[in-house]
């Protein structure tokens, strides 16, 4: 993937923030791997899609 501006960073974080504390008030708690997956969204290093994939395949693994 191509290197990320500060502004999209800025941009995946404030969106990372509010979808966690969205999360939170359905009564779900993220791990830390839960949150690493995100970080790696928010600075690049992987997709939206496969940020999701990744975290329904924690989720299904309990």
Excluded: C
């Amino acid at each position: 993937m191509e290197a990320l501006t500060l502004e999209e960073k800025e941009r995946r974080k404030a969106i990372v923030k509010e979808a966690i504390a969205n999360a939170k008030l359905e009564g779900f708690v993220p791990t830390q791997a839960h949150l690493d997956q995100w970080n790696l969204y928010i600075n690049g290093e992987q997709s939206l899609d496969q940020t999701v994939q990744k975290l329904q395949q924690q989720a299904l693994q309990g």
